[in-house]
């Protein structure tokens, strides 16, 4: 087991929020994006949402791992979350470590030197995150899901998605640009944060709403 807290998940998740700088623009496409979860969950329809980025290995999975963290804060757990991309390559040693560094916990699942499998766990989950790098439409991600993509060239390249019921485009500046510099740390963070305060305005909504 790898730990390494130095902020309070749930802490990090509410001043996320507070924090969150954000234009009109975004938020109605946040606001889209709860809109029509609810709509589905009024329906009793399931909800699966498939993060979406080129590697799976940065954006999609921070999204992935504090949608999951949100469907639990706001006890809906027939909202289910998922990753996948265009292409396979591994869950990335800087995003596991900021997310470690905002409280999530990082077991082995399964060892492989190219894509690892990772049990994430937080205080008071009630069931761990399985994440590991993978397309898609890797049959682990259920379906029918609402695809969001999380980076234009994900975007780009999955002009048709045969298994989404919807569809939404939700990109993040990529922290890749900043490995093996100074500012690595400091600029996966920063991604982290805007990932966890977007993704807690959505649930937010929905809870509201419902």
């Known amino acids: 087991m790898t730990r390494n807290i130095s902020i309070n998940t749930e802490h990090f998740f509410l001043t996320a929020l507070k924090e969150l700088e954000i234009d009109e623009n975004r938020k109605q496409l946040l606001t889209k994006i709860a ?89 008071n989950c009630q069931k761990p995150i399985l994440a590991f790098s993978k397309l898609y439409n890797d049959e682990f991600n259920a379906v029918p899901f609402i695809a969001i993509t999380t980076c234009s060239n994900a975007d780009e390249h999955c002009p048709f998605i045969s298994e989404a019921i919807q569809r939404f485009h939700l990109p993040f500046n990529d922290p890749k640009t900043f490995d093996n510099t100074l500012y690595a740390s400091e600029k996966y963070l920063e991604t982290n944060k805007q990932i966890a305060g977007e993704i807690h305005f959505i649930f937010k909504s929905i809870a509201t709403a419902l």
């Open 35 to 123: 809109h029509f979860i609810v709509s589905q969950l009024k329906q009793n329809k399931p909800v699966n949402l498939n993060y979406i980025c080129t590697h799976n290995s940065r954006r999609s999975q921070l999204s992935n791992v504090w949608s999951s963290y949100a469907a639990n804060y706001f006890e809906l757990s027939t909202v289910k979350s998922f990753s996948g991309g265009t292409s396979v390559t591994s869950f990335y040693r800087n995003t596991v470590k900021t997310l470690q560094q905002t409280g999530f916990v990082f077991k082995l699942s399964e060892f492989s030197h190219h894509n690892p499998v990772y049990s994430i766990e937080y205080e």
